[in-house]
């Protein structure tokens, strides 16, 4: 089956290789940790939470707001290699897919692995998460207009995403997110913070591109659950899967300098 086969929303469920020769089905893994999650979301704060109120229960993550300007402008020279970026679906294919290239995901953090050859691109970026604690996942999510993310759930139990906004369109309420029955809007430099576990949706209803950094960090989950989330994350940080995605998602746009925009 090639990309353009494959149904909006769906992705290539088949093996996660733990090794190159080990191997366990995806799709009840995925189900199973699904499970867990209902009952670990008990146990997470009470989310989600948007603008002063997700900086007040997340106080480190204002981390990003205080270096908005210069964010923005590594991201303007990473949007100058817009043709380069790839989908989220060519950098994992069991993942989720949006038709043709309307979603674009520029990894720079995965299973707490830095992806160098990314992160030299926006280094103040890179300066900003590093000083949030428990970072697993960082990435530019880059969504064109009239695209759509149908609803899904994450498989990542015990851990709390955030979206910092760059660029919304010029008619916001139009570009929205749906999560677990609660209703967002992105504004530039408001953050939301939600568990990607419960149900959500993404609708682009403009002809403008939203631009959104996510960043996911651990929960601090309390034991026994820390026990489960942490074992989960030591076979996934270190599985061939990962390491594979690593290789596809590094697509080496050249470095930038911190501070001055230079190339």
Same mark, same amino acid.
């Given at each position: 089956?090639?990309?353009?086969?494959?149904?909006?929303?769906?992705?290539?469920?088949?093996?996660?290789? &733990?090794?190159? /020769?080990?191997?366990? +089905?995806? $799709?009840?893994?995925?189900? !199973? /940790?699904?499970?867990?999650?209902?009952?670990?979301?008990?146990?997470?704060?009470?989310?989600?939470?948007?603008?002063?109120?997700? !900086?007040?229960?997340?106080?480190?993550?204002?981390? &990003?707001?205080?270096?908005?300007?210069?964010?923005?402008?590594? !991201?303007?020279? &990473? !949007?100058?290699? #817009?043709?380069?970026?790839?989908?989220? #679906?060519?950098?994992?294919?069991?993942?989720?897919?949006?038709?043709?290239?309307?979603?674009?995901?520029?990894?720079?953090?995965?299973?707490?692995?830095?992806?160098?050859? /990314?992160?030299?691109?926006? +280094?103040?970026?890179?300066?900003?998460?590093?000083?949030?604690?428990?970072?697993?996942?960082?990435?530019?999510?880059?969504?064109?207009?009239?695209?759509?993310? $149908?609803?899904?759930?994450?498989?990542?139990?015990?851990?709390?995403?955030? #979206?910092?906004?760059?660029?919304?369109?010029?008619?916001?309420?139009?570009?929205?997110?749906?999560?677990?029955?609660?209703?967002?809007?992105?504004?530039?430099?408001?953050?939301?913070?939600?568990?990607?576990?419960? $149900? #959500?949706?993404?609708?682009?209803?403009?002809?403008?591109?939203?631009?959104?950094?996510?960043?996911?960090?651990?929960?601090?989950?309390?034991?026994?659950?820390?026990?489960?989330?942490?074992?989960?994350?030591?076979?996934?940080?270190?599985?061939?899967?990962?390491?594979?995605?690593?290789?596809?998602?590094?697509?080496?746009?050249?470095?930038?300098?911190?501070? /001055?925009?230079?190339?």
């Amino acid at each position: 089956m090639t990309t353009t086969d494959v149904p909006q929303g769906v992705g290539q469920k088949g093996r996660f290789y &733990l090794t190159k /020769n080990i191997w366990v +089905p995806q $799709e009840p893994l995925e189900n !199973l /940790n699904l499970r867990l999650s209902d009952w670990i979301l008990q146990n997470m704060p009470r989310l989600p939470l948007a603008g002063e109120e997700a !900086l007040k229960s997340f106080p480190f993550l204002a981390e &990003l707001r205080k270096r908005h300007d210069k964010i923005k402008a590594d !991201l303007a020279y &990473l !949007l100058s290699h #817009h043709e380069e970026i790839p989908t989220l #679906h060519e950098v994992h294919p069991r993942d989720l897919y949006v038709p043709g290239r309307a979603w674009r995901t520029f990894i720079l953090k995965i299973y707490g692995h830095e992806i160098t050859e /990314n992160t030299a691109a926006v +280094p103040d970026t890179m300066a900003a998460i590093n000083r949030i604690p428990g970072v697993h996942t960082a990435l530019f999510s880059i969504l064109a207009g009239r695209a759509e993310i $149908e609803p899904h759930r994450g498989s990542a139990a015990g851990v709390v995403r955030f #979206h910092y906004p760059l660029i919304v369109p010029s008619e916001p309420e139009k570009c929205w997110i749906e999560i677990g029955g609660h209703h967002f809007f992105w504004e530039e430099g408001v953050p939301l913070v939600f568990d990607d576990t419960r $149900e #959500h949706w993404v609708k682009n209803q403009t002809d403008e591109t939203r631009v959104v950094l996510i960043i996911d960090f651990n929960a601090d989950m309390p034991f026994p659950v820390n026990l489960y989330t942490g074992l989960r994350y030591a076979l996934g940080r270190r599985s061939a899967e990962v390491k594979a995605v690593i290789d596809r998602a590094a697509i080496g746009v050249p470095p930038r300098s911190a501070g /001055n925009g230079a190339a």
